[in-house]
């Protein structure tokens, strides 16, 4: 288990951490969220024993993180950290040698990979002749090679194509499942919902917001109903607890304070003959968000 303790992290007088305490357990995808300088990237450099000037405590499975672990640990960085003259297979092997790898089991990985993300004839290629978004699967193997019992994901998704998307959330699930503990950070809410049943929302450095996802959305209160319809909108609008109606291409979204407002807008949605879709839905974690941190995490 990833134990974090009242952890807090000053640059100079700055205090970029602040007493930021949560646990990711063996099998968990846990969120670290967060608009820019928030503090995500100090955390995720403190767990990783980049730094180590910090007030707290952080350990994995009991142990204070050091050299000794760091092999257990993979780490994608938002920033492209690849040795661009190298090819593939260089900079697997280098990165997999510096994690006390042998370089059979490296190359074989590196096959199985290479196949799984259907790139095999990138192998011998030189990583600056590869497209932004094949740097990036090259990257995502590279942090995987060695197996990572915590793996940390900073914009896994940034510059890939829905497909390949896919590709690596079926991968990162199948790591989570096999045990491994997996901190994930993107600023796609919907991704971040999909994947993380547990969060912390960090801003100025504190958490804002933490726990389960579930627990998160019921104890929001807040509820949609969308409907797809003829309906009258403003008579929708004028019922006490309606916060706000929107229409897009689709639906229509109606944003009300808690689940008791509902009857009342099916009531009146009820007059219409014409109506395709009437759900109620649980709010997204953007709208939670920008409750909570009051500006969008979605860019
Ligand atoms: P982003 O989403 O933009 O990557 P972040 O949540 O990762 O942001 P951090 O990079 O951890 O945020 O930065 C947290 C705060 O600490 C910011 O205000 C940043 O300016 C400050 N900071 C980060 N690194 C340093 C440093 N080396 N010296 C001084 N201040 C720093």
């Known amino acids: 288990m990833l134990k974090l303790e009242h952890v807090t992290k000053y640059y100079g007088n700055f205090k970029a951490v602040d007493d930021l305490s949560f646990e990711v357990k063996p099998g968990e995808i846990f969120g670290l969220l967060g608009v820019n300088g928030a503090g995500k990237t100090t955390t995720f450099r403190m767990i990783i024993g980049l730094l180590d000037n910090f007030e707290g405590k952080i350990t994995l499975n009991g142990k204070k993180i050091d050299y000794n672990i760091t092999d257990k640990i993979g780490f994608l960085t938002e920033e492209r950290s690849l040795l661009t003259k190298f090819t593939v297979k260089e900079q697997c092997l280098f990165y997999g040698r510096l994690k006390n790898m042998p370089e059979e ?24 002749e590869l497209s932004k978004g094949n740097q990036q699967k ?11 019992e915590l793996l940390i994901l900073d914009e896994p998704f940034s510059g ?11 991968y990162i699930v199948e790591l989570s499942k096999k045990g491994s503990m997996i901190i994930f950070s993107s600023h796609r809410m919907e991704h971040v919902e999909l994947f993380c049943k547990n969060l912390v929302v960090l801003k100025d450095g504190q958490a804002v917001l933490s726990g389960y996802l579930k627990d998160i959305k019921e104890k929001f209160r807040k509820k949609n109903i969308i409907i797809n319809g003829d309906v009258d909108i403003e008579s929708i609008r004028k019922i006490k607890g309606v916060n706000e109606v929107e229409e897009n291409a689709l639906d229509i979204i109606v944003r009300i304070d ?13 007059k219409s003959k014409n109506i395709i879709k009437y759900a109620l839905e649980e709010p997204t974690l953007n709208e939670i968000f920008v409750a909570k941190v009051g500006e969008s995490y979605e860019k």
């Open 105 to 128: 089991e490296i190359l074989k990985k590196l096959d199985y990979l290479l196949e799984r993300f259907g790139v095999p004839e990138y192998k011998d290629k030189k990583i600056k």
């Open 138 to 148: 090259i990257q995502f193997i590279t942090a995987v090679l060695n197996d990572p």
């Open 160 to 170: 890939l194509d829905p497909i390949n998307v896919e590709l690596f959330k079926e």
């Open 258 to 270: 808690n689940q008791d407002v509902a009857p009342k807008v099916f009531k009146e949605v009820s």
